[in-house]
């Protein structure tokens, strides 16, 4: 069914979705287009969109062949949509689970495309923060790159810029995918370019062997990760990417490539690449896959509440990590932690606050039997004090004759020694 999207555009079918909203097939003055609609409550923030319409020069102004053009953004009523170029292909992320890793050569290839389109995007002083296999489209109508790798293009930038404002709560959450995070940001600084070029060298890293270098597990488990460990050595990847591919994982941001360094670096490996075929990755090499790992029961587990309006994350199965070199027991416990259901994390809520209420309740008791000791304190030496008095008073007393009386008579009230 059509619906007007502003005064000039029309848009007919949904023809993908992501955790910011929906894409649209529509129909504008110059022909076919991409409109993507934001989500609702982001339409509705009156921040947010005025954030949106002082972007609109940046992101209609960045032009480059490895970048998805925006052409308009349409602020109308409850509609706040991104007006962009028509892509005819699929993102990477299909292809990847589609057709499993790639050889080496298009792997290459195709990242040294994001990078060109990196590159001309921080040049404009525009850093994208949430560079994944989902925002990298394929354009299958363009003549195929070296290796007969197809063209990449890289989409949504800006959409992080805008919505990752500060002061925000739920909008923040959609931007930005754990596997994805460079170390700076998990450690609060502001977001640069050189987070780009971490993000893009780990969707590199997960062409080439399935997996991302700090994923699988529970969130936390893979923020740490990107923050303490180095990714180990992958066996038989080519010695030029996994030097790269080290160089751009720096933990340091002043120590990775910039983006243009990527890109010519990765063409300058093209012709030794050549040939090589697809790296054995652990499916590949006999393990059995119809068991999943307990990453994947998280993420299927997750999938099921797909229908109930509960947020479903669009990453996909969890990938398993790379062995390291030694067995690392605090990451197969992080891996082997799996999803709990509501009335588990209801119960846990309960547990903890029950936790927390008994030292409070046992810091109470504490409390009251010391007051009350240090009142019982207080009335004993109350009493001592009043007893030491009379005593003393009687002693006085007892001292001192009746007046008038003789001195004879005043000398026997002397006690006897």
Known sequence: MARKIGSRYTVHQVIGRGSAGTVWLGEGPDGPVAVKLLREDLAADQVLVGRFVQERAALTGLDHPHVVGVHDMVVDGNDLALVMDLVRGSDLRTRLERDGVLSPAVAAAVIADVADGLAAAHAAGIVHRDVKP????????????????????????????????????????????????APEIIEGLEPRAAVDIYATATVLYELLTGTTPFGGGHTGAVLRRHVTENVPPVEGMPDGLWRIISECLAKAPASRLRAAELAARLRELLPELAGLGPLAVPAQRGVPEEVPTPGEAVYAEADAFAGSGTHRRRRGPAVPLVPPPQPDSTRDTHTSLRRPSARELASYAEESRAQRERPAAAHRRTRAQMIRRRRTLAVLIAVVLLLAGAAAAWTAFAAEPPAGASAAVRTSWHPRL
């Open 134 to 181: 989902e925002n990298v489209l394929l354009d299958l109508a363009a003549p195929p790159g070296p290796g007969g790798a197809p063209r990449a293009k890289l989409t949504d930038f800006g959409i992080a810029r805008l919505v990752d404002a500060p002061r925000r709560t739920r909008a923040t959450r959609i931007i930005g995918t754990p596997d994805y995070l």
